[in-house]
């Protein structure tokens, strides 16, 4: 980690050693690099004074980012974590309340608004698990401590262009250790990709106001390739002895419902798959006695937004409860 650096340059011949270089005092070194960086990029020097205001080492940011879950959930065991009966009846809520602003959205962006509310309280529970931490603090801390410096430097530069185009304060830009922002938790290099004004007043505030919300996460959705003539795709039983190299996302693993089916892959109820000409994958995320499901397209569009079948699958089974 950098933050336990400590420097020491001997000057050779005169046997004198320079001055120590202390953990903060690199930090700081750190920081104004990234701003000489930014500035090349043509950052405001008020911008930066107001983004690297007091910006201190987060050590509670780097140990968050290295402490992984020791035991891993079966999808048994996260599913009703993840998406509990009380999150179902708030996700009904919030469908109704916000419907003319969902409907006009989905019709405009090609997105069922049930997905746009179950990524919203998969996400951030509906606006209320948004993160407190300064994010170019929190970014500019991971990009110091070194492990994956490239990307987080990259979020830093982005978070700073969102100040430089005046869609937020720095003092209100809030969001997780990692820097994950607002209601969809955005990185920034996500924000400036798909974030959207979608109430029409100049910005795309994915913090505070909720058209801004739905309209971004409807226009990544939209740009990474959803097809709202589609669902996600549904849980299935499958025979005992299926191949495991049938199984994954691969595009190479791709069958048609009725290929499937001639496998011996069944709806859950044992009944036959739909006569629907749709491509599908299946997808088995914990073991040969797990739960087993044939996704579709807009199932690989969900694990663009997060690279994981648990919350593709927390994502899916939420958007199934709205009605």
Not at 65 to 86: C, F, G, I, M
Not at 206 to 235: C, H, P
Request: net charge neutral; aromatic share 12%; glycine share 8%.
């Amino acid at each position: 980690m950098r933050k336990q650096w400590v420097a020491v340059f001997v000057s050779l011949g005169l046997g004198l050693a320079s001055p120590i270089l202390s953990a903060d005092e690199s930090f700081d070194n750190y920081v104004s690099g990234l701003k000489q960086e930014a500035r090349e990029k043509g950052i405001d020097d008020s911008i930066l004074e107001s983004a690297f205001a007091d910006v201190t080492f987060i050590e509670r940011a780097v140990k968050a980012d290295k402490n992984q879950p020791e035991k891993k959930l079966t999808l048994d065991e996260y599913l009703p974590r993840a998406v509990p009966q009380w999150k179902i009846e708030q996700a009904n809520k919030y469908y109704q309340q916000h419907k003319q602003a969902l409907d006009r959205i989905g019709r405009q962006y090609g997105v069922q608004p049930r997905f746009i509310v179950a990524l919203w309280g998969v996400e951030s529970n509906f606006g209320r698990l948004t993160g407190s931490y300064n994010v170019i603090e929190a970014l500019t801390t991971l990009a110091y401590e070194g492990r994956r410096e490239a990307f987080f430097r990259e979020q830093v530069m982005a978070a700073l262009t969102i100040l430089q185009q005046g869609h937020i304060a720095a003092a209100d830009m809030k969001g997780s250790w990692a820097g994950a922002m607002g209601q969809p938790q955005f990185m920034p290099t996500s924000y400036l990709t798909f974030a959207v004004d979608g109430n029409g007043d100049g910005k795309a505030d994915i913090w505070k106001t909720e058209d801004d919300v739905f309209a971004s996460a409807a226009n990544y959705l939209s740009k990474s390739g959803w097809d709202d003539k589609y669902t996600w795709g549904r849980q299935v039983r499958i025979p005992e002895g299926l191949s495991d190299s049938l199984k994954g996302v691969e595009s190479q693993k791709v069958k048609s419902l009725s290929e499937w089916e001639q496998l011996g892959v069944r709806r859950l109820n044992g009944t036959a798959l739909p006569k629907v000409d749709v491509s599908a994958w299946l997808v088995q995320p914990d073991d040969n006695h797990g739960r087993a499901y044939l996704v579709y397209g807009n199932y690989q569009t969900l694990l663009k937004w997060n690279r994981s079948h648990y919350f593709a699958l927390a994502v899916s089974t939420l958007a199934d409860s709205i009605r």
